[in-house]
């Protein structure tokens, strides 16, 4: 796809810069063709003069461009502002970051609920599967677009450690380093069980409508909140949960031998399910669980890293993982760990103690913040000696 296509326009309502890719085909890995192909970003930080310092990083499920900052649609800090910015971890002073909101999200990437341009019509239900790996090519398009030929580093969380990987299998000639935090090789059947759950939730909403919610400016908001607290239970641990709630009673001495929210878990629950649906769309979050279980490369990412990389172009890898994330545990993560040492490639590896689950990388975890930092700094005064 020729550069010449590629627009950036400034959305001041976004408070973001937009990527337009006009009048050609982008090519999905189902076979389906999306036109006109829109990538809300934001960067931060400057862009060195040798174009060595640009960091991209990939957000989770519910994130978007607003890594750090302010988010202009939530008025909420960004959801990385602790690992992003002056001073911070990942520091803007030094590098240049990077954040787009994937293909089928709803922060103005093109997505389910932007326009289709066949009919003008919201894409609703009709919006096409996507997967890991397109969402990569259309990032590798924008950093293509930032005339910048080799990304100092990619770094990603969960869904956004999916990116990193596929980064590394796709395109290793455009990056020097890879950050993969609490990912693994594959979705495993417990959580596209998890997630098949929560788009049940969704779709047997009444108001869902296969999709056309939009038509009667309505949203699925019961289905979308269940959905959302049965995925949060699966973000923390045990410990912590134990640790943050208990078994306390909710605003009441005695319990109520009803269905209120007696216990501080549920309100707590409850709170995170209705206050997601006032910032995601359901649609989006049935595209994007789906796009994370397809991820699979248990049996083809020691190939592809093997053959694809070449000797004088060796990717360095940091691969982090949490001792009480359950969602993807310690032992996903050695599996990509021994694949890189059979090929003999620089690897990194660490698993940070701690008892608040999978979310622990968007968490205080000093740790984790050294460490990334550490990586980082090393490694960027290697490649500008």
Known sequence: MSDTNIIIKNDPKLECDIALIENANFNLESGEVLKNLKIAFKTFGQLNNKKTNAILVCHALTGDQYV??????????GW????VGPNKPVDTNKFYVICSNVIG?????TGPKEINDKNSEIYGGDFPSITIKDMVNAQSLLVDKLNIKKLFSVIGGSMGAMQALQWAIDYPEKISNVIH??????????????????????MNDPVWKNGKYF??????????????????ITYLSEDAMHRKFGRKLQSRDIISFGFDADFQVE???????????????????LYLTRAMDYFDHDDTFKKKIEFSH????HIKYLIVSFTSDWLFPTTESKIIVNNLNNL????????????KGHDSFLLDEPQLDSLINGFLISNFGKINE
């Open 310 to 313: 070449k000797p004088n172009n």
């Open 105 to 109: 999200g709803c922060s103005g990437s």
């Open 181 to 202: 935090i609490a990912g693994a090789l594959k979705h495993s059947a417990q959580n596209i069980a998890f997630h098949e759950v929560g788009r049940q939730a969704i």
């Open 267 to 285: 309100s707590y629950l409850r709170y995170q399910g209705k206050s997601f649906v006032e910032r995601f769309d359901a649609n989006s979050y």
């Open 68 to 77: 750090s900052g302010t988010n202009p649609l939530t008025g909420r800090e």
């Open 80 to 83: 990385w502002s602790k690992m």
């Open 344 to 355: 003999a490639r620089q690897v990194s590896f660490l698993e940070i103690e701690t008892d």
């Open 215 to 232: 038509e009667s400016n309505e949203r699925p908001e019961r289905g979308l909140s269940v959905a959302r607290m049965i995925a949060h």
